[in-house]
């Protein structure tokens, strides 16, 4: 199972959101997800879209993303 999914389904009973840790419900939200939503990075081009290692912790994401945005304003 992806860590994706996994973060997913935790936030979901932690947050009480029973519906939402069902897989099926989030591998729907995922497919439309990349059929509706994901284009729109194609419109920020290469030169502003990061990628980001969610595997990490949530400080780590965080670290990542406030090193990227150092270097943008550098």
Known sequence: MSKMV???Q???LRENRLDD???EVIQ???QTYEKETRSVLECY???LVRQI???LTPLG???QILDIVA????
């Open 21 to 23: 840790a069902n897989i």
């Open 28 to 30: 729907r939200r995922l």
């Open 6 to 8: 996994e973060r997913l």
């Open 53 to 55: 290692d969610s595997t």
């Open 45 to 47: 081009g290469p030169g």
């Open 10 to 12: 935790r936030r979901a």
């Open 71 to 74: 270097k943008l304003e550098g």
């Open 61 to 63: 994401v965080l670290r």
